[in-house]
């Protein structure tokens, strides 16, 4: 059964570059992004960790804990980065997690239930372990994607959407499309006018349904 949007997401407890890890544990108190590869030594996913281990300093701003996934183990992990690091000129400082019996990546839907890992495999044998999750403190699922293994992932637009719903979760609003901080926001329609007014001051309507105002979590 796939995961879904305000579901708990599965804990587990598994090796990893930085030793086991119980995940909810992990997370603590934190926002996390999961974000998963079919395979060590590939080359779009060598250019994706590197993009986000660039994007360090912009994840701790946000208190954003990030992890990675594959099936491989965490000493193929580790020999890795060093490639990952040569690549993108950044310390990649987050922990990779082995998922060698595939039980995260079958407790998160990335593989089906009756997948295995055969001998000499090759990425293609785990094209669909290459999703990003976001998860709210709470341990919620917030937002999920899935890309194939041709494309890069954006991870821009995973730290705007991280933005979103952070401020949407502080502020109780909504993102109109292609939404960045300071821009305006869209107030919920379960709000009233005279509750709008009284929470978020002047605003604009559009039509009854559709109401704007300016960025709380720019101020």
Same mark, same amino acid.
């Given at each position: 059964m796939s995961l879904r949007i305000n579901q708990t997401v599965p804990d587990f407890e598994a090796d990893s570059t930085e030793g086991q890890i119980r995940?909810?544990?992990? =997370? #603590?108190? $934190?926002?996390?992004?999961?974000?998963?590869?079919?395979?060590?030594?590939?080359?779009?996913?060598?250019?994706?960790?590197?993009?986000?281990?660039?994007?360090?300093?912009?994840?701790?701003?946000?208190?954003?804990?990030? =992890? #990675?996934? $594959?099936v491989d183990d965490a000493e193929s992990h580790r020999k890795w980065k060093t490639d990952i690091e040569g690549f993108c000129g950044a310390e990649a400082g987050f922990p990779i997690i082995a998922d060698g019996d595939l039980e995260v990546s079958k407790a998160y839907d990335m593989l089906p239930a009756e997948a295995y890992l055969p001998e000499g495999r090759t990425a293609n044998d785990t094209a669909s372990v290459r999703a990003v999750y976001v998860i709210g403190p709470d341990k919620k699922l917030k937002l999920s994607m899935t890309y194939p293994m041709n494309v890069g992932r954006n991870f821009a637009e995973i730290l705007r959407a991280v933005d979103a719903l952070q401020a949407a979760a502080e502020h109780g609003i909504a993102m109109p499309a292609n939404w960045e901080r300071g821009r305006d926001v869209v107030i919920p329609a379960t709000v009233t006018d005279e509750d709008a007014k009284a929470k978020f001051g002047e605003f604009t309507t559009h039509f009854p349904y559709l109401r704007t105002t300016k960025d709380p979590s720019a101020a």
């Amino acid at each position: 059964m796939s995961l879904r949007i305000n579901q708990t997401v599965p804990d587990f407890e598994a090796d990893s570059t930085e030793g086991q890890i119980r995940f909810h544990d992990w =997370i #603590g108190d $934190s926002w996390a992004i999961l974000f998963s590869h079919p395979k060590d030594f590939t080359p779009v996913c060598t250019t994706e960790f590197g993009a986000v281990a660039q994007l360090d300093a912009e994840w701790k701003k946000r208190g954003v804990k990030v =992890i #990675g996934i $594959s099936v491989d183990d965490a000493e193929s992990h580790r020999k890795w980065k060093t490639d990952i690091e040569g690549f993108c000129g950044a310390e990649a400082g987050f922990p990779i997690i082995a998922d060698g019996d595939l039980e995260v990546s079958k407790a998160y839907d990335m593989l089906p239930a009756e997948a295995y890992l055969p001998e000499g495999r090759t990425a293609n044998d785990t094209a669909s372990v290459r999703a990003v999750y976001v998860i709210g403190p709470d341990k919620k699922l917030k937002l999920s994607m899935t890309y194939p293994m041709n494309v890069g992932r954006n991870f821009a637009e995973i730290l705007r959407a991280v933005d979103a719903l952070q401020a949407a979760a502080e502020h109780g609003i909504a993102m109109p499309a292609n939404w960045e901080r300071g821009r305006d926001v869209v107030i919920p329609a379960t709000v009233t006018d005279e509750d709008a007014k009284a929470k978020f001051g002047e605003f604009t309507t559009h039509f009854p349904y559709l109401r704007t105002t300016k960025d709380p979590s720019a101020a």
